[in-house]
Every structure is written in structure tokens, then in C-alpha cells.
């Protein structure tokens, strides 16, 4: 049976709170997918996952529920290593939360090789620092195209991106190896990646917002310290 939901978008909020982001990334997990165009313009971080983002260029371990209200405006602290978090969630699935321990990268990456699955039970993203004003790379945006996480995260040294996979995502299935190809082959058709310009590294390249639409994830971008995170178009 087909189900028509047309009064439900009608009441879709144009602004999300960070508990409808979680909402939505729990009824993914589920299989509920919601489509590109049904994703809200703005996404309003809170208190808290603003410190979680900030935390992403410090050193050590994050210190939760200690409200810095002497949050410096200026300068941003920008570390030159990258750290990331996992967002997971709990066995019931009605759960988002972050665990406190950081994974410490290089300069370029930061690997969750050492991710501990019997600890969280579904990963449903990753949030890492980029120290140069780099958006995600196409490596970062590989595990949306598998299906292996539902969103990603990052800060660069002025900017906090968050994309996510729609139901209407472009990928080719679970196989990493195709979809890499998929992604370069878009980069080249996106002058990216040109004979004259060949990467280093084939396997990763620098996305731009218009792959992201080419791809249908939505991405949103904002200011370092500030709340509100706007949709690219
Ligand atoms: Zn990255």
C-alpha cells in the first residue's frame, strides 16, 4: 500500500531543533528515510552540540555539562590535528548520544578504526574537525552513499557543515569500491579532477556544495559559535 502523507509535509517545520534532527536520524535508522526536499531550510544547534562542535579542535577529553559561559567570541581556537566523535545510539534505538572519548587524528584524517561496536550499538555519524577551511572530502560523504551512517560533521577553522542522506540519496549500493568510482567520475565531470590537474591521492578529493546537490544530500552550513545552520541551494 502506498502511503500518502501530504497533511503531515503540510506541518513539516521549516527550522529543525537539534531534537527533531535526532528524531529524524532515529526514524532513518529505522528505515523512514525522509526525501531531499522535505529537509527544513535551518537546523538551530543547542548549548550543548555547540560545545560538542567546539570541542572538535581541542585537545582531550570533553567535559560535559560544565556550561563555559565565558565561551570566547575571538580568536576560534583551531587545532592543526583532527579529532572526531561518533554519534551513536542505544540498543532500544530511541537514543542519540555522544560518547565522550575522542578519536585523535593526523593533519589530513582521523581514523574510527578502534571503534568499539560493543560499547554503541548503531553508529549514526561522525563529527570531525577539518583545520583547513576544507569542506567534507569525498571519503567523509562515502559512508552516506553505503548506507553505513545517516549523517556528517564537520568544523573547519570558521565554519560548522552537517550533511545528511535522504531517502533519495545517490549511491550504488553498500560497495565502497564502486561508489569511490562513482564519486570521481563525478569530479571529473565537475573540472575537479582533470588530467591536468591529477590527485595525489585518487581515492579522496574535495566535495563542493553543487556535488552535494548532484548527489541529493542535503548540506547545511554555519558560523562557528553561531546557532543557526542554513541549507546550501
Ligand atoms: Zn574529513
Not at 122 to 133: A, D, F, Q, V
Amino acid at each position: 500500500m502506498i502511503e500518502r502523507n501530504t497533511t503531515k509535509e503540510a506541518v513539516r517545520p521549516k527550522c529543525w531543533t537539534i531534537d527533531d534532527m535526532k528524531r529524524s536520524l532515529l526514524e532513518a535508522l529505522r528505515g523512514r528515510f525522509l526525501l531531499t526536499c522535505e529537509y527544513p531550510d535551518t537546523i538551530l544547534l543547542n548549548e550543548t552540540w555547540m560545545d560538542i562542535l567546539e570541542d572538535l579542535h581541542k585537545p582531550g577529553k570533553i567535559q560535559r555539562n560544565i556550561r563555559n559561559i565565558f565561551r570566547p567570541i575571538s580568536p576560534l581556537r583551531t587545532s592543526p590535528i583532527e579529532y572526531g566523535f561518533t554519534v551513536v545510539t542505544n540498543r532500544k534505538k530511541n537514543t542519540v548520544f555522544i560518547p565522550t572519548k575522542k578519536s585523535v587524528g593526523e593533519k589530513t584524517h582521523v581514523s574510527f578504526e578502534d571503534y568499539d561496536k560493543k560499547h554503541f550499538q548503531y553508529l549514526l555519524g561522525i563529527l570531525h574537525s577539518h583545520p583547513s577551511g576544507q569542506l567534507f572530502s569525498s571519503e567523509d560523504i562515502l559512508p552516506l552513499m553505503t548506507g553505513a551512517n545517516f549523517f556528517a560533521g564537520v568544523v573547519t577553522s570558521s565554519k560548522y557543515y552537517l550533511a545528511f542522506k535522504a531517502k533519495d540519496t545517490k549511491g550504488m549500493g553498500s560497495n565502497n569500491f564502486v561508489n569511490r568510482g562513482y564519486l570521481l567520475a563525478m569530479a571529473r565531470a565537475h573540472l575537479i579532477l582533470t588530467s591536468r590537474n591529477p590527485s595525489k591521492d585518487t581515492r579522496s578529493f574535495g566535495m563542493t556544495k553543487s556535488m552535494f546537490r548532484e548527489l541529493n544530500m542535503p548540506l547545511y552550513v554555519g558560523n562557528r559559535l553561531q546557532f543557526k545552520l542554513k541549507r546550501t541551494r
